[in-house]
């Protein structure tokens, strides 16, 4: 327990290319228009420090990199997020929106890497300090199709390129972190179409924010534009939102 908190932390986990991103946004739209402070925030980043870590990790010019490295690395990007921006944003009272978080560290370099689950364990606790999120809205799709759309319109990164065998654990990973925890991780299909992926996590989320499950205001129209081409409601890049911080 965070002492002081009164704001709340959600975060979206997965395998690559399962929509995290857009529905990340979407909920963050949403949420502004209630009137709620929103921090939107993605692992490894957040930070200046936790920016230069993120290319440091993900680059293909570093293939020779240790999984130890590689987990100190993220764990090091996440010490200074959870000091520097999601603990002051929880104890003012704002919803942080984070895009990965201490599961994905668990899934990849635990399940994908071989590192013991109880070692990374510990290095979360002391990473974050204790923070735990309210809600993680685990994305689900096939692995092979996650792939293809995470590389569809980019090179793939270091981890992007690691293989399939590797995603096959990442994402057995993933399904065994959710088992273990059903009340805080939900499994969200997002093979589906978009307005129906955000409706599911809409109700996943509406013992936290009742008018999510508002007919007046929720209703098919309100998630009709994700289904657009081009959607006008997406708002500024990641990348902006990282530097806003």
């Known amino acids: 327990m965070v002492q002081g908190k009164t704001g709340i932390f959600i975060t979206f986990e997965g ?3 399962v929509g995290k991103s857009t529905h990340i946004r979407f909920l963050e739209k949403a949420l502004r228009d209630q009137g709620i402070e929103v921090v939107r925030l993605r692992e490894p980043g957040g930070t200046a420090i936790g920016e230069a ?3 440091i990790v993900l680059s293909t010019e570093n293939a020779a990199m240790t999984e130890r490295t590689e987990l100190l690395i993220y764990e090091a990007a996440r010490a200074q997020l959870v000091h520097d921006v999601i603990l002051p944003a929880l104890k003012r009272g704002a919803v942080v929106l984070s895009d990965r978080f201490t599961d994905s560290t668990l899934a990849y370099q635990g399940y994908g890497r071989g590192i013991d689950p109880a070692l990374i364990g510990r290095l979360n606790d ?3 300090g204790g923070v735990v999120p309210d809600r993680t809205l685990l994305l689900v799709c096939g692995p092979e199709d996650g792939l293809a759309r995470a590389t569809r319109h980019s090179a793939a990164d270091r981890l ?3 293989g399939s065998v590797f995603h096959d654990q990442v994402n057995a990973g993933f399904a065994e972190l959710a088992k273990a925890e059903p009340d805080r991780v939900r499994i969200i299909d997002s093979v589906q179409g978009k307005s ?3 409706r599911m996590i809409f109700e996943n989320l509406s013992d936290l924010f009742p008018w999510m499950a508002d007919p007046a205001i929720v209703t098919d129209d309100y998630f009709a534009a994700l289904d657009l081409p081009k959607n006008t409601w997406s708002g500024k890049g990641i990348e902006a939102d990282v530097a806003d911080v």
């Open 160 to 162: 992007e390129s690691a």
């Open 126 to 128: 002391f990473a974050t």
């Open 196 to 198: 129906a992926t955000a």
């Open 53 to 55: 870590l993120r290319e």
């Open 15 to 17: 395998g690559e290319g």
